[in-house]
């Protein structure tokens, strides 16, 4: 005969079930934002949404992505918007350049640079209540400030 579940028992059980349901949900929620909007996106092979923004004055496009999960901060949903602007080494981003992206990031009203193993990005994180409207503000800053900052490290070569 087995016994009963304990009451921790049955909220891990629970938990199981609805913590997947509920990433889904976030992600939909992205989706149906992006979709509003009318922006095209793709979704890539660790979920997150892809964009690619093209400047065509200037010939040059700008890949951003909208994380596909989300992260609990304080009580906070966070969502992520990151634009890759540089590949560390090939870009020549040392300690002094390491050192003014700080400073660039102390001065942003919205967003930071962070490193992702050899890529620079430029990150902001929201709360994922954020409109439709505010994420796709999010994301045209984001692209903008990470394709002025690939232009100013690589020159006239677009690699992001």
Avoid: C
Avoid at 152 to 159: I, K, P, V
């Amino acid at each position: 005969m087995h016994a009963p579940p304990t009451p921790f028992a049955a909220l891990i059980a629970l938990a199981l079930l609805v913590g997947p349901a509920s990433a889904l949900a976030s992600d939909a929620s992205v989706k149906a934002r992006l979709d509003a909007r009318g922006i095209k996106h793709t979704v890539d092979d660790d979920g997150d949404y892809k964009v690619t923004y093209s400047y065509e004055k200037e010939g040059r496009t700008q890949l951003v992505f909208v994380s596909g999960g989300t992260e609990t901060v304080g009580g906070f949903s966070i969502r992520e918007v990151f634009s890759p602007a540089a590949r560390l080494e090939k870009d020549g981003v040392n300690g002094a350049k390491a050192l003014e992206l700080l400073a660039e990031s102390r001065t942003n009203k919205l967003g930071s640079w962070e490193t992702d193993g050899d890529v620079l990005l430029f990150v902001i994180k929201l709360p994922d209540s954020a409109s439709a409207a505010e994420l796709e503000s999010a994301m045209d800053i984001a692209a903008q400030t990470a394709d002025d900052m690939e232009l100013e490290l690589s020159g006239a070569r677009d690699d992001l």
